[in-house]
């Protein structure tokens, strides 16, 4: 095989796959972003078992598998848990790198938000830093009617 | 219950880029591969599991695209989506299930086929996250940094792993990456996602695994260096990232503890030889080691920098050169079975440890950030 391969040129077939989807978001996540996109407002769900304020909600708890049944409004602020800086640019991040994503926890609830930052230094960031949700100007039910999180006080 | 043993080992060269073979073709050539090791053909093999990603693969019911070149036609074949160590315990179960005598696990993927900041994005929710353009490299930084901040493990400590594992890798004939670095040189790196270096991250591989387990009659028939399942288990954590506390392994804790338990393990520094660990970002094999009980939380740098974890430490880590030295995406679990097995037969070549190993650590890793784990104990006996 290998004294083959020396002379044969290799076939390279580019391709793109490109399928469109449309995904039913549910009835909790629904609420979610319409209450996002409409009242700019964040709303977790509390599981009855225990008591954890789950945001972004679900349905069902994770952690117990029950139902969970109460919507609680959530602070548009809370604490920095964690972060990264991207240095490196892909197509499909939103902003342009340098950014920093950053894992928060938003004051009322029980989980962590992924999100991006924005208005901030990328080397400012740290730990325990407290940020605020900016709302984009052109709210289409999305994750990303949160513009980003800016440091509290900016 | 049956004692169940791998009898057969294939793996190929893993490269950034094999562009001489197809992906079926890089199947077949570790299958031919697992049959020689096992000195058998195909008519002795009782049922397969393949175990591939459609994301990856570019196809959709990819695992059915590799059964002929797996050996399938007229077999009964099945197949995971996941890591190889998962398509491995459910070929195991269908040994145990007293339905098939052999079973055959292959595991592939072809990195360089596609881009994969893409294909990791869309391991994500896409309600709540994939919009926010996460892939893996950035998911696991958040982890990393969390990692390292609760506990006051240095960059320094992580880059170690690098340093290590690439200099294993050197002495791996099917690594893609072994290279003499220092801490400085990783620490030099290209910053990607803070604190996330280029050495500090695996590279994306183009490779495929294959195993041939068999049931003790048959495993007793086939070979006389049989390598025994002496336990294995797997635990997932909860689906969103924010979930879980990214500084915390508690799913690998509780598969290691029934893995340990099932081969009756008490004595984890006296009894299991060595690890072949899933490390992806340097990070992770210090998180996995205390993860896995070989020191406390917290404690995984100081493994490392004590060189506990070295070719001639107290419990050698990847001597393979594990995910950093290669890393072909679903194979990269199966790989780390295969090479600890090797070890346990001494057919590990320059990558063999000098101490006898009776019991070795096999694990790997489904999902972002280590959502899921399976861990294997091998042994001799």
Known sequence: MGDFWSDAEAIIHESCIKVPYSWQAGETASYFLTQLRDEGKIWGKKCPCCKKVLVPPRKSCPFCFVATDQWTEVSDEGVVESFTVVRRDTIIQPKKAPFAYALIRLDGADTGLVHVLGEVEPEAVREGMRVKAVLADDRKGSLLDIAHFKPVGS | ?381
Not at chain 2, 82 to 94: M, W
Not at chain 2, 126 to 139: F, K, N, T
Not at chain 2, 266 to 273: P, S
Not at chain 2, 301 to 307: H, S, V, Y
């Open chain 2, 1 to 381: 219950m049956d004692r169940v043993a791998i009898v057969g080992i294939g793996q190929t060269k893993h490269a950034a880029c094999r562009k001489e073979v197809s992906y079926a073709e890089l199947v077949y050539e570790a299958v031919t591969l697992a049959l020689k090791d096992a000195g058998i053909g195909i008519s002795e093999i009782d049922n397969i599991v393949t175990t591939s990603n459609d994301f990856w693969d570019g196809r959709t019911i990819s695992c059915m695209a590799t059964g002929d070149v797996s050996g399938g036609y007229d077999k009964n074949i099945s197949c995971v989506e996941g890591d190889g160590t998962f398509g491995a315990f459910y070929g195991l179960t269908r040994i145990l299930s007293g339905s098939y005598g052999t079973t055959l696990v292959t595991a592939y993927s072809k990195g360089s086929e596609s881009v994969s900041s893409l294909i990791t994005n869309a391991a994500f929710d896409p309600i709540y996250m994939r919009c926010l353009g996460l892939d893996m490299v950035s998911a696991c930084a958040l982890q990393a940094r969390r990692y390292l901040s609760r506990y006051g493990i240095s960059e320094e400590d992580c880059a170690l792993v690098s340093v290590k594992n690439h200099g294993n890798a050197l002495d791996n004939p099917n690594a893609q990456l072994g290279m003499k670095l220092t801490v400085k040189d990783v620490m030099n790196s290209r910053m990607i996602a803070s604190p996330l270096k280029l050495y500090d991250i695996s590279p994306i591989s183009d490779g495929a695994c294959a195993i041939v387990l068999a049931r003790e009659d048959r495993a007793r028939k086939i070979t006389d260096k049989p390598v025994w399942v002496k336990g294995v288990s797997f635990c997932a954590d909860a689906y969103l990232l924010g979930d879980r506390d990214l500084s915390e392994c508690r799913a690998l804790e509780k598969a290691a503890g029934a893995a340990y338990k099932m081969a009756g393990i008490r004595n984890l520094k006296k009894e299991i030889d060595l690890a072949e660990i899933y490390d992806a970002f340097s990070y992770q094999e210090l998180l996995w080691t205390e993860g896995l009980g070989f020191c406390e939380k917290g404690e995984g740098g100081k493994l490392i920098a004590d060189g506990a974890t070295a070719k001639d430490g107290d419990i050698p880590v990847n001597p393979s050169g594990g995910l950093l030295g290669a890393h072909p995406v679903i194979a990269a679990g199966l790989i780390r079975i295969a090479e600890a097995a090797l070890q346990i037969r001494g057919d590990a070549g320059a990558m063999q440890i000098k101490k006898d190993v009776r019991n070795a650590l096999a694990h790997g890793v489904n999902g972002v950030c280590g959502q899921s784990h399976c861990v294997w104990i091998l042994g001799q006996n």
